[in-house]
């Protein structure tokens, strides 16, 4: 791997109330924290309500990459914010519970659709005035 | 001494012997004495070379016979491979699951449920739920009597696994015994989403679909009525 | 630390040495393509591979780096992938505690062996103070 893709970044798009991330490289633990810090300064300049991190491409999750998520999670949640990772694949989930790591205040959802209507959900009830088609 | 016993060079043919013998004893299968005088002693030297032919014939036998054993182990660690891929296969192919309605998978399990069919049926259940979006699997285990702590261990894998991914999976049809492995197991039973009949678990997996209403529509209702 | 030799022929597949964090990226692909090839269910490849990864970071993390030996041979019966992770670092002076789920090193973080281990079906380890750790971990194909 060379200087250049070790520098790549992970794109982050905003759509309406949320981040959406879609992580479709075998991370480096640098790289990992700085997609941390990345989506932490998006939240902080937008006000995005929530984040949807889509892993259907990650083939592997270690515990640097469990707590990775879940602490972005526990950040997320200081700025009012939910994270949910969608797309989890099977393999990944069976190792994961195998290992042990639990990823306490992570939601997560099966595809993108369900993680959009979850954080809408969320916002509903935090929310009584709350329009998810744009106020 | 005599003319009829006179040995032509007997110090060094007996060195040689020696020397040849010293040579296959430290691997070399090709030394031989091939002594090219006819006389009394020639006898014994033909008779070592013999000796040496009969030993290497027997060492390359066992060589022969040491590759051929490799080669049929192989051979067989191959075939019970494939013996195992198999009985997976058959295993995945003995335990269907099954779509029912918008948002409900099921897995109905019949029988003597052991470790390995336990971890087909979670890798296939889980598969299934990540292939069709159903955000509920009801793993009815009505028709197994008894599992030992392994199977529970991978039954709660399957339950904290499908959690993971974003569904939820409900056990159903758990008889006194499996309930009591479990429980023995140290396992906390309220970590496990589990209903006493299959129905029950559908009409649980149903009513979290409407998430307004606690009542089932209708259709709801016919499904329930077809299963019973 | 212990040999190749407690295992009849191993065949060797790769070598290669951790010196940085791409290097483990790299490896943890490089030992899942090789399960793939050997036709190691997915599950497993996953397994595998995780396992692999924590222990890559170990070594980097703790030791700085060090070398990887990629096999596949036959144990208890079975044709397996072997990957052993061989330091020169600080090494573990507290090994008991050290495969514990729960244990954290001073870093705050655990060494992810228990976790790993779980993985594999076989693992082997052997740390000495000052003179570093070698790890093997065996998963049957």
């Known amino acids: 791997m060379n200087e250049q893709a070790a520098n790549r970044k992970i794109p982050i798009i905003k759509i309406r109330d949320f981040l959406i991330v879609s992580i479709q490289v075998d991370m480096h633990d640098r790289l990992a924290i700085e997609l941390q810090a990345q989506i932490l300064e998006e939240l902080s300049q937008t006000g995005a309500k929530g984040v949807l991190i889509d892993i259907s491409v990650l083939e592997m999750v270690d515990s640097f990459i469990g707590r990775m998520l879940s602490g972005m999670a526990s950040m997320a949640s200081i700025m009012d914010a939910a994270v949910v990772i969608v797309g989890m694949q099977p393999a990944v989930a069976i190792t994961l519970v195998e290992l042990g790591l639990e990823m306490p205040g992570v939601d997560t959802a099966l595809n993108m659709e369900n993680g959009i209507a979850m954080l809408e959900k969320r916002l509903e009830s935090q929310n009584e005035f709350y329009n998810p088609n744009g106020a | 001494m005599t003319a009829a016993y006179a040995v032509k060079n007997l110090k060094q043919r007996v060195e040689k012997i020696e020397n040849v013998l010293a040579a296959v004893a430290a691997g070399d299968k090709d030394a031989r004495v091939n002594s090219q005088i006819e ?14 032919d009969d030993l290497t014939d ?20 191959q075939q019970q491979q494939t013996i195992r891929q198999q009985q997976d296969d058959l295993l995945e192919l003995s335990s269907p699951v099954t779509k029912v309605w918008d948002n409900v998978l099921i897995l109905p399990v019949i029988g003597t449920l052991d470790s390995r069919r336990a971890q087909i049926m979670m890798e296939n259940l889980l598969d299934k ?42 056990i159903s049809g758990i008889s006194p015994a499996i309930a009591q492995t479990i429980v023995h197991l140290g396992i906390d039973l309220s970590a496990i989403n589990t209903k006493a009949t299959m129905q029950e678990a559908m009409k649980t997996a149903f009513l979290s679909n409407n998430h307004k209403s606690s009542e089932l529509t209708h259709d709801e209702e016919e499904s329930l009525r077809e299963i019973k | 630390m212990f040999e190749s030799a407690d295992v009849v022929e191993n065949k060797q597949i790769e070598g290669f040495s951790i010196e940085s964090e791409l290097d483990i990226v790299k490896a943890r692909q490089l030992v899942r393509n090789i399960a793939k090839q050997l036709h190691m269910g997915i599950v497993d490849q996953t397994r595998i591979t995780t396992a692999v990864s924590e222990l890559f970071r170990n070594m980097f993390q703790y030791a700085g780096g060090g070398e990887v030996l990629v096999e596949s041979g036959v144990h208890s019966g079975r044709n397996a992938v072997i990957v052993t992770c061989i330091d020169h670092g ?5 090994l008991d505690s050290a495969m514990k789920d729960g244990y954290t090193s001073g870093k705050g973080m655990g060494f992810g062996l228990p976790g790993a281990k ?12 000052n003179e570093g750790t070698t790890v093997r971990v065996i998963k049957w194909i």
């Not at chain 2, 060492?59 to 067989?76: H, M, P, S, V, Y």
């Open chain 3, 118 to 129: 779980r993985l594999v079906d076989e693992f082997q380890i052997d740390s000495r103070v």
């Open chain 2, 129 to 170: 739920i990540v292939q069709t979006g159903c955000t509920y699997a009801i793993l009815d285990i009505t028709g197994v009597p008894t599992i030992d702590t392994q199977v529970a261990n991978h039954l709660l894998k399957t339950v904290t696994a499908a959690r993971l991914l974003g569904g939820e999976c409900i």
């Open chain 3, 90 to 94: 600080p090494g573990i002076a507290d």
């Open chain 2, 39 to 52: 006389d009394d002693f020639s006898g014994v030297e033909f008779a070592i070379d013999l000796l040496i």
């Open chain 2, 58 to 77: 027997e060492l390359d036998q066992g060589e022969k016979t040491r590759k051929e054993l490799e080669e049929k182990l192989a051979t067989i660690q």
